[in-house]
């Protein structure tokens, strides 16, 4: 049996919330398990839920000492950097209400607190909220106040509208804060093709209650924006699954899955939000009664499988997940004026932006090579790496 197979077995278990103990670690495993499991843990940041399921068996721990303590510190790890998001999370949500900018909370930090028992079970690796462009300004001096700064190479913006379309789609938006905190900043519920605003998932926006005075984005965004994660990494991020299987075993009978299709059909990504929602399903063997979406249709599942093909699921403890930030369905969506202009800024950025990234008067070269950057995911990158142009 693969190491894999059985991580996954367990991943299904804590999803669909079965009575008794989670399965354990059969006899028979492939060789190596033990390396390979902390690997694939580590890599995927499912320490803390793997561990939680070992200490719950019935039985004598399956794992050597050394390989137990493993998984005990990375899940440390994660807990301990957990808190620090917690208090991160506390004050920039009272330093916004103070100056009345409205925001909503997707993605990791909504997951820990509403979905697992327990938010230590959920790696947090950014604090990601949604915002309106208008209040980008106001936005980014609340965050300063309290420490967050933005990356050096992030040029300067005339208004929000123009830095929603630098972080969409050339570099994402992430301000640093103390201990390694990251507060990742959305401008649209899933930056896809040239996406709309995000008037509906504003008017769905729920409390996030405990003792944080917070908004989140409701269960049907936040499936949509996991669904579509796992579907950007080739099906390669096992946390995004968790996530959407979650959302599906809790609160799937009051989805309303009307606006979860017309969500994806309105933008555009339709296909690869259908088939990362029945990977899910088939992951975690969920009842077909629950397979509510329809078809997209065997021609517009040929076009998906063709541009944006699933990976398989048994490499997933081979290698990590590569991220590109340009999709097939950029050119399903819009007007054809819409996309010469997306597409004028792709070849032809603005030569701020290209001074500001380089520190140094823009050149054509220099805008060439900031083109090429962005379309291979590498703005983002600390500057030694992105100084360097990938291989061909």
């Known amino acids: 049996m693969r190491t894999i197979d059985v991580v996954l077995e367990t991943l299904a278990h804590f999803v669909r919330q079965e009575g008794g103990p989670p399965p354990g670690i059969p006899v028979r495993v492939e060789p190596d398990f033990e390396r ?6 580590e890599r995927h940041a499912l320490s803390p839920l793997v561990l939680d399921s070992l200490q719950k068996l019935a039985l004598e721990p399956a794992l050597s000492k050394i390989a137990f303590e493993r998984l005990k510190t990375l899940s440390n790890t994660a807990g301990a950097r957990n808190e620090r998001f917690l ?12 100056r009345r900018v409205p925001c909503l909370l997707v993605d990791d930090i909504l997951a820990a607190l509403k979905l697992y028992p327990r938010h230590r079970l959920r790696p947090i690796e950014s604090l990601d909220v949604l915002i309106h462009e208008g209040d980008w300004d106001t936005f980014v001096d609340a965050c300063r106040s309290i420490g967050f ?18 972080h969409q789609y050339f570099s994402p938006c992430a301000l640093r804060g103390d201990k390694g905190v990251t507060l990742g900043v959305k401008f649209r519920l899933v930056d896809v093709g040239h996406p709309p605003g995000n008037e509906t998932a504003w008017l769905q926006g729920k409390r996030l209650g405990r003792d944080i005075e917070a908004m989140r984005v409701s269960y049907e965004d936040q499936l949509v924006r996991s669904c579509i994660g796992f579907s950007m990494t080739g099906f390669g991020k096992l946390l995004h699954a ?8 809790r ?3 009051a989805l309303d899955w009307s606006y979860i299709e017309k969500v994806g059909r309105d933008r555009a990504f339709y296909p690869a939000l259908y088939f990362s929602c029945e990977a899910v399903m088939n992951m975690f063997r969920f009842p077909s009664k629950t397979r509510v979406l329809p078809h997209p249709s065997k021609t517009r599942q040929k076009i998906f499988e063709m541009f944006w093909r699933p990976g398989r699921l048994g490499s997933l403890a081979d290698r990590p997940v590569s991220l590109r930030r340009y999709r097939f369905c950029l050119l399903e969506n819009g007007t054809w004026a819409e996309r010469s202009k997306l597409v004028a800024n792709v070849l032809a950025p603005r030569k701020e932006w290209v001074s500001g990234f380089f520190d140094r008067p823009s050149r054509p070269w220099l805008r060439w090579k900031f083109t090429l950057l962005a379309l291979t995911n590498r703005l983002g990158l600390p500057i030694a790496d992105a100084k360097v142009l990938p291989q061909k």
């Open 36 to 41: 390979k499991l902390v690997r694939l843990c």
């Open 87 to 98: 208090a991160a999370l506390r004050a920039l949500s009272r330093r916004l209400r103070e």
């Open 149 to 166: 700064k933005r990356d050096p190479r992030d040029p300067s913006f005339l208004d929000g509208t123009e830095a929603m379309l630098y």
């Open 242 to 249: 968790v996530d959407a299987g979650l959302i599906i075993a």
């Open 251 to 253: 609160h799937g009978d």
